[in-house]
């Protein structure tokens, strides 16, 4: 006999014995026992160890240094002896037990099988021979379910009852076919595999590497329980990625404390595993959220481009009631350039609006440094005013700075501009008073503005201003006091106002 046909014969050999073991032990944890049972079932227990002590010398090759022949003999002599008391005590057992029928009759099973095969070994090389039964229906999971994968119906009905005593669910598979079928179900909720090696179809070591390559199920962890008792087996197994291994029949005790650890291991890993699925979820948020602020950004950049910086800041923060009209005391300053109609009416257009162009690069920046709500432009002239929509300290501080900056870079400008034959320069009138401000439109296009006296005002008053000029009404003046260079220009009577108005020409500010 080759050894591998050896191999194959220890392990059938150890298939009725693990039965009777693994039966005997669960019959003594029956309340209903009585001390003739638990004799009967104590020595069919220590039968059934001493036969599988004596499995790994049946025939023997010869490979550890003793005659394979005689070895052999002696152990076969030897196991014949105690299957026939293991017959003659199940026997008994079935006469006068009032122990569950079932298992008796499942002790008595296994004896008859193991007396077959000892008497086969008397005769003849062992022919291999299975029979798988029907695959029992998967049990409803429980939180911690088991997946016991034999061939033998007997030893999964062991192994299942033992399992089940000791808090687990418990789902069957008869071959590693539907092992593999077991596994894919989405909802098996299957926490461990309890794998068998040999079996028909596909054998234990073919599931484990299928096991291994198939992310959605490697993260079960997998105990080959086995009668294989070769190390390169074991080796291979362990290789192969199980996490244990047991030998049949199993040790109870040793059984709890490897299914335990392993379902330790598992939830660890599961936890692990659900640790960093939420990361990455958060993570994914996070790219997400920053995405949004990106784009947020990027919109308001454009934004900014159009409508005055203050307006979206404000619907930034989530303000956009303050944009509905309401009442607010404002500075208003005017600007625009003087000899600019004329300008346009001779000059081509490309040359106009590099005036503007150029214009507007100059004091644009000074409007955002001070605060200014840029209102409007008004072809060669634009307004501007201060302390709405958000309020500003100093409004007619800020706004008289504004205008002479306006002021000085125009009149730079003006330099340049007259060389290339355009005589332009500014004028600009500043004002204080109460105003209605909000957002004016249609749906689709709206405008930010304010509209009142001191809003004609303003403007009247940019009307007379003379190139170079900012005037400035009294009561901007009065509100800086001392800190401000100006000369009276006179009361002058302006349109759409009901007396004559004093306005002041600033110089400069202290």
Not at 179 to 205: K, S, T, Y
Not at 262 to 285: I, P
Request: hydrophobic share 45%; aromatic share 4%.
């Amino acid at each position: 006999m080759t050894p591998e046909e050896a191999r194959e014969l220890r392990h059938e050999l150890r298939t009725p014995v693990n039965h009777l073991i693994g039966y005997a032990e669960l019959l003594l944890e029956e309340d209903e026992a009585d001390e003739a049972d638990i004799e009967a079932l104590e020595a069919v227990r220590a039968r059934a160890r001493e036969v599988l002590e004596l499995v790994p010398g049946l025939l023997g090759d010869g490979t550890d240094g003793t005659d394979g022949a005689d070895a052999s003999a002696g152990s076969v002599t030897a196991l014949v002896d105690r299957v026939a008391q293991l017959e003659s005590l199940t026997a008994g057992l079935a006469a006068t037990s009032s122990l569950p029928a079932a298992d008796i009759e499942r002790l008595s099973v296994a004896a008859a099988r193991l007396g077959s095969l000892a008497g086969r070994l008397t005769d003849g090389p062992l022919l291999v021979q299975r029979d798988a039964g029907d695959a029992a229906a998967p049990m409803p999971g429980r939180l911690e379910t088991v997946l016991v994968v034999d061939d033998d119906e007997a030893n999964r009905n062991v192994l299942g009852r033992r399992l089940a005593k000791l808090g687990y669910g418990i789902v069957e598979a008869r071959d590693g076919v539907e092992a593999l079928e077991r596994l894919a179900q989405p909802d098996a909720g299957i926490d461990l595999v309890l794998l068998d090696v040999m079996m028909p179809r596909l054998d234990g070591f073919a599931v484990l590497e299928r096991h291994r390559a198939d992310p959605s199920i490697r993260h079960i962890p997998v105990i080959m329980i086995s009668a294989l008792d070769d190390m390169a087996s074991i080796v291979r197994c362990i290789e192969a990625g199980a996490e244990d291994y047991l030998p049949k029949p199993f040790d109870p005790v040793l059984l709890k404390a490897r299914v335990a650890a392993c379902m330790e291991k598992k939830r660890l890993r599961d936890a692990e595993r659900d640790l960093l699925a939420q990361v990455a979820a958060w993570n994914a948020e996070l790219e997400q959220r920053v995405a949004e602020q990106v784009q947020e950004v990027e919109r308001f950049s454009v934004m900014r481009r159009f409508v005055p910086p203050q307006l979206v800041d404000v619907l930034a923060a989530g303000g956009a009631a303050m944009l509905q009209s309401h009442r607010a005391e404002i500075t208003v300053l005017f600007c625009d350039l003087r000899g600019f109609t004329s300008f346009a009416e001779r000059s081509e257009p490309e040359d106009v609006m590099a005036v503007l162009r150029e214009m507007h690069d100059a004091v644009g920046p000074v409007i955002f440094e001070q605060g200014g709500t840029l209102s409007q432009f008004t072809g060669d002239g634009m307004m501007v005013f201060f302390n709405d929509p958000i309020p500003c300290v100093g409004p007619e501080r800020r706004a008289v700075i504004l205008g002479l900056a306006m002021r000085d870079r125009t009149e730079r400008l003006a330099e340049e501009w007259k060389r290339r034959g355009h005589d332009l320069r500014l004028g600009v009138g500043i004002a204080t008073g109460y105003a209605t401000c909000g957002q004016i439109g249609f749906e689709g296009r709206f405008e930010y503005t304010a509209i009142g006296t001191v809003v004609n005002l303003a403007a009247r008053l940019c009307g007379q201003a003379q190139g170079g000029e900012v005037l400035a009404a009294e009561r901007v003046v009065a509100a800086l006091g001392d800190s401000v260079v100006s000369e009276p220009a006179g009361e002058i009577e302006l349109k759409g106002m009901a007396r004559p108005v004093a306005i002041h020409r600033v110089e400069a500010l202290t």
